[in-house]
């Protein structure tokens, strides 16, 4: 599918745009990678490892509309995957997460139109379903964006999707590296915000070849949720600090106790598949799908009715000792 391509990325230096790379350079030989981003010098740092023949590196940033419509001249396939992130930040500068959140996916949407991408994927958030914090609220807008944005494609053939998962193993930010961090500096005890706190675990490369496959399986319109297995806090501290004290610090602004990805709000509109779920737009549009089907011809069916997808009644938990295996081979990907 993407060999002979030419594809751009959104944020292409972080942790997911990294991965996405390394596979798309290992399993396929696109025409042309183009990695949209505002540091400079992540880029020439990226430049180091990842400079094959197709490699491009367009400095710019989301809320400039015209640059990233230049960026996207030529482009067949569009990962969306900038954003600001970071919960506590987003609760003391919500102005400038609006901006690169919102403003920021309305100027990729419109850029993608104005060049007739044929696919747009965006990267959501379990913090998307139920938010109770800014960052979470703004990556909800984004994803009424996207969904709403097949409507006004107007004649054109451009679609896009939304692929939206929890926790990312060893991603920047994310708690494996900070505990880790803790104990190579010495600490005799893990903080943890809650006994109870439980998360959706899912590796980088694991999140990676869902969107590659989604690219496939969508029609336009979808939400993509991967089924991946739930982790304690607790047994994440155990698995990497066996024995160790945990300190209780208490969840910080704007955190939950339990991931939601499919809410139970949505349960009428939401698919379950084989390996994962599809949430269908709550809106209508002139092209007509039953999203109980996909383009790769799997066929799902609708849940029940006040089904949640969240990571405290998920079926799947892992043991300790299966965190520990999981943690240490997607730090290996």
Known sequence: MFDGKSILITGGTGSFGKQYI???????????????????????????????????????????KERMTMAMRGIDYVIHAAALKQVPAAEYNPTECIRTNINGAENVIHAALENNVKKVIALSTDKAAKPINLYGATKLCSDKLFVAANNI??????????????????????????????????????????????RFWISLQEGVDFVLKNFKRMRGGEIFVPKIPSIRILDLAEAMAPGMDVKIVGIRPGEKLHEIMCPADDSHLTVEFGDHFVIAPSINFTS???YRSNELGEEGETVEQGFEYNSGTNPDFMSVEKIREFNKKAMEE
């Open 288 to 290: 007509k799908h039953d």
């Open 153 to 198: 494609a107007g004649g054109r053939d451009t679609r896009f999707a939304v692929v939206r998962y929890g926790n990312v193993v060893g991603s920047r930010g994310s708690v494996v590296p900070f505990f880790q961090k803790l104990l190579d500096q010495g600490t005799d005890h893990l903080p943890v915000t809650d006994e109870a706190m439980t």
């Open 22 to 64: 390394k596979t798309l350079l290992g399993q396929y030989k696109p025409k042309r990678i183009v990695v949209y981003s505002r540091d400079e010098l992540k880029q020439f740092e990226m430049q180091q490892v990842y400079n094959a023949d197709c490699m491009r590196y367009f400095i710019g940033d989301v809320r400039d």
